[in-house]
Each structure stands twice: as C-alpha cells, then as structure tokens.
C-alpha cells in the first residue's frame, strides 16, 4: 500500500516537472516567434512618388509589394519597369480605379481587372501570381454589397486571393495627412502584432507617405520585423491571414 502511494506521489511530481517544461517551452516559442510585416503601396506607380519610395526601400534594404493601376502603368511604363528591376512584386489593382465601372457587376470588374493584369505582364513578361487588392477593400461600403460578394467568390473561384490589410497608415484619410500622424497610426496598430500588412498609398499626391516611410520601416526595424513581399509568403502565413480575415475576408 505504501509502495503504491509513493508511486503515486512520484508520478504526480513528474507531472507537475513536465508540465512546467511544456508551459515554458510555449511561452518561449511565443516570445522568439517571428515578427513579419508586408509593406504594400496602392495606386501607383506615380512619376514623382515611386522613385522616392524605391530610394528608401533600396537605403534600408527592404522589398514591398505594389498594387498597381493599370492606366498608371501604361502612363509611367519607365517607372513601372523600375519597380519589376528593383524586385519589387507588382500586384492588379484595377485597371481603371473607377469604382462606377469596376463594381458595376462582376463582368465590369474581372474585365478591368484582366486588363490590369495584362498591362503588367507587358511590363515584366512574367504571369502575375494570383493575389489581388479591390479598391476601397473587399468589403468597402461605397459599393453593392451584392456585387461584391459575386466578384469575392468569382474570385476565389478562379484561385485568386483577395488580400486586405490589418494595418493602415492612414494616408487615404485626407488629402495631405501629417507625417507624425502617419507614423503613429502604424506603431500604434503593429503594436503585439506578429503578422502585418501595411496599408499605404504610392499616388501622385501623397508626398506625406514618402516623407515618413524612412522613420516607419526604422522603427519596425527597431520591433525585429522581417520584411517580405507577397510573392515570399509561405503557406502558414497565409493560412493565419486567412483566419485573421486579411486574406479572402468574409
């Protein structure tokens, strides 16, 4: 009886010893995990922006995702063509932008949307991986909530990832918004964020954006964030942006 009830007392502490190891295994698994961020630009490429962009992104040594406009591209192919030499992942945005055109129906968008995608194949002669960014987010309020569910699940449909942010700078909220205001809006928003995609703007007029993208990528730097384009995603990656409704938001 006493055997046993030692035996008892000593399997119970090995438990407790192991359990202890395994609660400290995780939280240092939790505490090393990898911090990444995907910086992406939207309305470009601009003839003054972008090559601003691209001396900062090449002085600090990171690579950034483009989400182009098809019309820009046509317009400014010398500045496009840069970013595809630069190794920059340049992603279809719309061809037109035009939101009446696009969300009109589902035949409207994948035909500008095909368009897009033509413009930059002339650009690097290379497919386009199969990710999209709709203009005003998949789930923006300025169009037909119906139609743009029919071109979300077309989408998909044809083995295209919708991707969104979980970060945004703020640059689309005025016409001009103060650098300080956008460098906090992104520290304040990666904040215990392990998995980040930025939301920024590479339009004409959003000087702003430039101005504070040296500061932003020092700082995330500074987190121990690993920048990457969308084309390095790996698979687990887009599985937790799945789930953090990033990608293929429903």
Not at 152 to 178: F, P, Q
Request: positive net charge.
């Amino acid at each position: 009886m006493k055997k046993n009830r030692y035996f008892l007392i000593y399997a119970l502490i090995l438990i407790s010893i192991y359990s202890t190891i395994g609660i400290n295994e995780v939280m240092a698994h939790n505490s090393t995990k990898e911090k990444v961020v995907f910086l992406t630009f939207d309305d470009g490429p601009s003839p003054n922006n972008t090559p601003e962009i691209l001396k900062i992104l090449k002085d600090n040594d990171v690579k950034a995702t483009f989400f182009v406009i098809g019309t820009s591209v046509e317009s400014y192919p010398h500045v496009a063509k840069r970013l595809y030499k630069e190794g920059m992942c340049i992603l279809p945005h719309t061809y037109s932008h035009n939101y009446g055109t696009i969300y009109n129906n589902s035949e409207s968008y994948f035909n500008d949307l095909n368009k897009c995608i033509s413009s930059i194949k002339n650009i690097t002669g290379e497919e386009v991986i199969h990710y999209t960014r709709l203009p005003g987010g998949s789930d923006n309020l300025v169009s037909n909530s119906e139609v743009l569910r029919t071109i979300r699940n077309k989408l998909n449909a044809k083995g295209i990832d919708y991707i969104d942010w979980n970060v945004s700078s703020g640059d689309a909220e005025g016409g001009v918004v103060a650098v300080n205001i956008l460098n906090n809006n992104i520290k304040y928003q990666c904040t215990d964020l392990n998995l980040a995609v930025i939301l920024m703007h590479d339009s004409y007029y959003k000087t702003t954006t430039v101005e504070s993208l040296d500061s932003t990528i020092k700082h995330l730097k500074a987190q121990g964030y690993k920048f990457k384009k969308i084309n390095e995603m790996t698979p687990n990656e887009r599985n937790n942006l799945i789930k953090m409704r990033v990608i293929n938001r429903r």
